[in-house]
């Protein structure tokens, strides 16, 4: 799990308290009362996480206000900033294409000839996720999910710091 750090501080029976600020403690609630192994390092290895940890953090954030899931708010931005490839396919191949993408749309459903015979067709919008995009299409998308917090007047990041992300993507 990766946390930001936010302090330490000792109780009166000189026990230390730790605090680490999270963007969802869903998985690890079940933990409450149990004797744990934690480890703290700072964040490394692969820096191309960097962009994608802080757009998933702002999805977080615009959850909160929206009062949805960050995974609704991943899979929007996707579909107002990602990648997106338009798809006509067989309907029987259509949940094999769906299972190469982070998320598919059906467009339309229609029937046309091959030879002889009329088969249904699906078209799908079909997108990509973000841990695939190039450091272009990641400044897209990590600037249309800053503005999104701007107009809800959700803190981002300065923009130079941003860009410092978006940088190290490539």
């Known amino acids: 799990m990766i946390a930001d750090y936010i302090g330490a501080s000792n109780t009166f029976d000189g026990e230390t308290i730790i605090s680490f600020e999270v963007d969802d403690a869903d998985?690890?609630?079940?933990?409450?009362g149990q004797e744990v192994v934690?480890?703290?390092?700072p964040l490394k290895g692969k820096?191309?996480?960097?962009?994608?940890?802080?757009?998933?953090?702002?999805?977080?954030?615009?959850?909160?206000?929206l009062g949805t899931t960050k995974e609704?708010?991943?899979?929007?931005?996707l579909e107002d900033y990602g990648v997106m490839h338009y798809i006509e396919v067989?309907?029987?191949?259509?949940?094999?294409?769906?299972?190469?993408?982070?998320?598919c749309v059906v467009e339309d459903t229609y029937t046309a000839?091959?030879?002889q015979d009329k088969v249904t067709m699906k078209a799908l919008r079909c997108y990509i996720g973000s841990s695939h995009y190039d450091s272009r299409?990641?400044?897209y998308l990590l600037d249309g999910v800053v503005n999104d917090c701007k107009e809800l007047d959700i803190p981002v990041w300065p923009q130079y710091e941003i860009d410092k992300l978006v940088a190290r993507w490539g």
Request: hydrophobic share 45%.
């Open 27 to 32: 998985e690890i609630k079940e933990l409450v």
């Open 90 to 103: 067989i309907e029987d191949a259509a949940s094999e294409i769906e299972g190469l993408y982070r998320h």
């Open 47 to 65: 820096r191309s996480l960097n962009a994608n940890a802080y757009l998933w953090k702002l999805c977080s954030e615009l959850a909160k206000v």
């Open 137 to 139: 299409e990641m400044a």
């Open 113 to 115: 000839m091959k030879g």
């Open 72 to 77: 609704k708010v991943y899979i929007r931005a």
């Open 38 to 41: 934690v480890e703290v390092k």
